[in-house]
């Protein structure tokens, strides 16, 4: 089966708990249509280059998914509809990441180098 990433903004006033509400539906849409999730990462609430409708900030979510092409165009479709999600992004790659994704990595790095400051 073909390899996604997809990743989806939430807007910035939903608490952690709906974003990984959010996380879940999406699991569920790929997962009764026969797909896989095999990696969900929450990137957490990240400032954003510009506004996008009204919002400074976000909540950023990626899903690694196993699936057919018709259960990523109802993941899309289904996300389209929630206006909860501000942006999204769906693309195939050849293979998953192994182990945690840049951005997990970028932010654990931040996290030991301002404790290094104290």
């Known amino acids: 089966m073909p390899l996604y990433e997809?990743?989806?903004?939430?807007?910035?006033?939903?608490?952690q708990s709906q974003v990984d509400a959010l996380a879940n539906t999406a699991t569920e849409i790929v997962e009764a249509n026969e797909g896989k999730v095999?990696?969900?990462?929450?990137?957490?609430l990240k400032n954003l280059a510009y506004k996008i409708d009204r919002n400074r900030k976000a909540h950023f979510v990626m899903l690694n998914i196993d699936a057919?092409?018709?259960v990523v165009a109802e993941l899309e479709r289904q996300t389209r509809i929630n206006e909860d999600?501000?942006?999204?992004?769906?693309?195939?790659v050849e293979e998953h990441e192994e182990?945690?994704?840049?951005?997990?990595?970028?932010?654990?790095?931040?996290?030991?180098g301002r404790r290094g400051d104290r």
């Open 85 to 92: 999600v501000i942006r999204y992004m769906t693309i195939k």
């Open 68 to 70: 057919p092409a018709g």
């Open 99 to 112: 182990g945690q994704s840049v951005m997990m990595r970028k932010n654990d790095r931040e996290r030991r």
């Open 38 to 44: 095999t990696k969900m990462e929450t990137w957490g």
């Open 6 to 15: 997809h990743v989806f903004l939430a807007r910035q006033d939903l608490s």
